[in-house]
């Protein structure tokens, strides 16, 4: 009886045992975390530049308009004498050799600089009248203002020092020809800056339209008006003088030796009268040279005399 009541308890047990397994709930997974939040960070400007400037506009090309846009060589050259000048006061931390050199090209180049804030002035004044002096100091602010702005001064001075050191190295008769390039290379890094800064509107453009919300931005600020453009070159005190004396010569190829230019044919004698007091007839005008004598002809072009017409 006693065994009876083992095996019954043991099944019973048992059965317990089956009955908690079969009640056991399925363990779930884990639920999902959400996804990471992503920071919208909002665009700032390049260089450490304030928010809301205004860029100059745009030509047809896409270059931003600036106060060295159309100007003549000698203007030029008075531009690049006012870049390394902003140099010389503002790259000081970055070393001295744009003082250095600004302060040499002053000496070196004195004549040619000399020669060219006096072209400058006189463009100035045929353009102007007695208001030129006030025109050109208006342009100068604009042009010292404009190489003076600080977002770009740490890539100016690189270029000016580079600039500064190739007008050391050549005379001062190249200076003019080299002043349009050297103004580029000047201009350059502030191009370069404004295209960063419109980048950065139209990203903070795209940021209000997606992350603003309720944040006001001015994505669009007013654009500079143009800068104002130098005068064209007047003609020197004296007028002009033209190399060529008809259109004929000036489209003429230039000779290989300038220094056997045309000879200016002298002028024709008078005809001497006759004797028995009637006028001698008058014959053909003296020949006069057309082409330059050079080392492959030597002699003038023989031209045919032609007949005079016969007389009543």
Same mark, same amino acid.
């Given at each position: 009886?006693?065994?009876?009541?083992?095996?019954?308890?043991?099944?019973?047990?048992?059965?317990?045992?089956?009955?908690?397994?079969?009640?056991?709930?399925?363990?779930?997974?884990?639920?999902?975390?959400?996804?990471?939040? /992503?920071?919208?960070?909002?665009?700032?400007?390049?260089?450490?530049?304030?928010?809301?400037?205004?860029?100059?506009?745009?030509?047809?090309?896409?270059?931003?308009?600036?106060?060295?846009?159309?100007?003549?060589?000698?203007?030029?050259?008075?531009? $690049?004498?006012? #870049?390394?000048? =902003?140099?010389?006061?503002?790259?000081? *931390?970055?070393?001295?050799?744009?003082?250095?050199?600004?302060?040499?090209?002053?000496? =070196?180049?004195?004549?040619?600089?000399?020669?060219?804030?006096?072209?400058?002035?006189?463009?100035?004044?045929?353009?102007?009248?007695?208001?030129?002096?006030?025109?050109?100091?208006?342009?100068?602010?604009?042009?010292?203002?404009?190489?003076?702005?600080?977002?770009?001064?740490?890539?100016?001075?690189?270029?000016? =020092?580079?600039?500064?050191?190739?007008?050391? &190295?050549?005379?001062?008769?190249? +200076?003019?020809?080299?002043?349009?390039?050297?103004?580029?290379?000047?201009? *350059?890094?502030?191009?370069?800056? @404004?295209?960063?800064?419109?980048? @950065?509107?139209?990203?903070?453009?795209?940021?209000?339209?997606?992350?603003?919300?309720?944040?006001? =931005? $001015? /994505?669009?600020?007013?654009?500079?008006?143009?800068?104002?453009?130098?005068?064209?070159?007047?003609?020197?005190?004296?007028?002009?003088?033209?190399?060529?004396?008809?259109?004929?010569?000036?489209?003429?190829?230039?000779?290989?030796?300038? #220094? +056997?230019?045309?000879?200016?044919?002298?002028?024709?004698?008078?005809?001497?009268?006759?004797?028995?007091?009637?006028?001698?007839?008058?014959?053909?005008?003296?020949?006069?040279?057309? +082409?330059?004598?050079?080392?492959? &002809?030597?002699?003038?072009?023989?031209?045919?005399?032609?007949?005079?017409?016969?007389?009543?």
């Amino acid at each position: 009886m006693f065994a009876t009541r083992r095996i019954h308890g043991r099944i019973s047990l048992v059965s317990l045992a089956v009955l908690a397994a079969c009640s056991t709930p399925v363990k779930q997974p884990p639920p999902t975390p959400p996804p990471p939040v /992503v920071p919208t960070v909002r665009p700032v400007p390049p260089d450490n530049a304030a928010e809301g400037m205004s860029l100059p506009t745009q030509d047809e090309d896409g270059a931003y308009l600036t106060p060295n846009r159309k100007v003549t060589s000698n203007t030029a050259l008075w531009h $690049v004498r006012m #870049a390394l000048n =902003v140099a010389a006061l503002n790259c000081e *931390k970055f070393g001295p050799a744009a003082r250095n050199q600004y302060n040499q090209i002053l000496t =070196v180049h004195r004549a040619v600089l000399t020669e060219a804030n006096a072209a400058v002035d006189r463009n100035y004044k045929v353009a102007y009248g007695r208001s030129g002096v006030g025109s050109r100091e208006q342009l100068n602010t604009v042009v010292y203002n404009f190489f003076a702005l600080p977002p770009v001064v740490k890539h100016f001075c690189p270029v000016a =020092v580079n600039v500064g050191a190739k007008i050391l &190295t050549m005379p001062s008769s190249q +200076l003019l020809a080299y002043a349009p390039e050297a103004l580029k290379e000047l201009e *350059k890094p502030y191009q370069e800056f @404004y295209a960063a800064y419109a980048e @950065y509107l139209r990203r903070l453009a795209e940021w209000q339209s997606r992350f603003g919300g309720t944040v006001t =931005v $001015v /994505v669009s600020p007013t654009p500079l008006p143009p800068p104002p453009v130098p005068p064209a070159e007047a003609p020197p005190p004296g007028g002009w003088a033209p190399s060529y004396t008809s259109a004929l010569e000036a489209a003429a190829p230039v000779p290989a030796d300038a #220094a +056997l230019a045309p000879i200016p044919a002298a002028a024709s004698p008078a005809p001497k009268p006759a004797e028995g007091g009637s006028p001698a007839p008058v014959g053909p005008p003296t020949v006069a040279r057309t +082409l330059p004598r050079t080392a492959i &002809t030597p002699t003038d072009p023989k031209l045919a005399i032609q007949p005079l017409p016969p007389t009543e």
